[in-house]
């Protein structure tokens, strides 16, 4: 069993929880992911590691309610105990000194976003954040991201706070201030990371972005993350979650995390009867 320690509302519909790990705090790096089990008979819910503490033995995951699994778990209080959290799962973020790295996230993307700018910045890299949200009251980590960053720049589609307008837009804007970009980090929405690619394949910047499909059993054996990369099959859990994302196909990604939605919907109205 693994004790919450820390729960906090970071925005609307998302909840941040800090959870005592301390094999998996004192292994996670940058990219990494768990998969959890609420209970003994579960959905497993692949969460990527926002934060780890090795000393304090926690680590801290970002859950969005957006089905019945993540509504159960928002139900949990500290204190509480989850029954499974498995990992770290999936390869580390191949991190180096690349010079000027853009790190681009929305939304829930920030978690694994905000892993990767730790190490990102270990290694001694400049470092530019863009964070992107619908909404003012949508934003969550400004704070975090100050800390790590040289420069964070918030978007907001209805302009309500930060910048006006999409992550793509601020990228499009340092390109045209002619700013010497190394390499781009993306993880959010599917057709946030799609956009960012389609805009960095135009200018020639290295691109890698950390996949979020529907996982199962997280080791490879069950096929349920494959995607396209390059025209070859990979299993996201193993071989990912990230990728050169100018070689990923998004449409296939798009739809196959589609797949479930109407059963997705029968299953969170039976649990709120
Ligand atoms: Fe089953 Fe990746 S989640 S193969």
Not at 7 to 13: G, S
Not at 30 to 40: E, L
Not at 47 to 60: C, M, Q, V, Y
Not at 94 to 107: L, N
Request: aromatic share 6%; hydrophobic share 40%; charged share 25%.
């Amino acid at each position: 069993m693994f004790k919450i320690v820390e729960k906090r509302e970071l925005a609307e519909n998302v909840d941040e929880f800090v959870i005592e790990a301390p094999e998996i705090a004192a292994k996670a790096q940058p990219g990494q992911f768990v998969i959890v089990r609420v209970t003994a008979k579960g959905e497993r819910i692949p969460l990527t590691i926002a934060e780890k503490d090795p000393e304090a033995g926690t680590i801290t995951l970002m859950v969005q309610r957006v089905g019945k699994s993540t509504f159960h778990l928002s139900c949990f209080e500290e204190g509480n105990c989850i029954k499974d959290v498995v990992g770290p799962l999936g390869k580390p973020t191949h991190i180096e000194k690349w010079g000027h790295v853009v790190a681009v996230g929305g939304g829930l993307g920030l978690a694994p976003i905000h892993h990767i700018c730790q190490g990102v910045k270990e290694a001694g890299n400049q470092l530019t954040v863009i964070m992107g949200f619908r909404k003012k009251e949508l934003i969550f980590w400004e704070d975090k991201m100050k800390l790590l960053a040289d420069r964070v720049i918030v978007t907001t589609n209805d302009g309500s706070y930060g910048m006006k307008g999409l992550v793509t837009d601020a990228l499009q804007k340092l390109i045209d201030d002619g700013e010497k970009i190394d390499m781009v980090i993306c993880a959010g929405p599917v057709p946030m990371m799609k956009a960012v690619a389609d805009l960095t394949k135009k200018y020639g910047i290295p691109t890698v972005a950390s996949l979020n499909p529907i996982m199962v059993d997280g080791t490879g054996m069950c096929g349920a993350c494959r995607v396209t990369v390059g025209g070859e099959t990979k299993f996201a859990c193993v071989d990912g979650p990230e990728f050169d994302a100018h070689q990923v196909d998004f449409d296939e990604l798009m739809n196959r995390l589609k797949m479930f939605k109407d059963l997705e919907k029968v299953a969170m109205e039976r649990f709120q009867e």
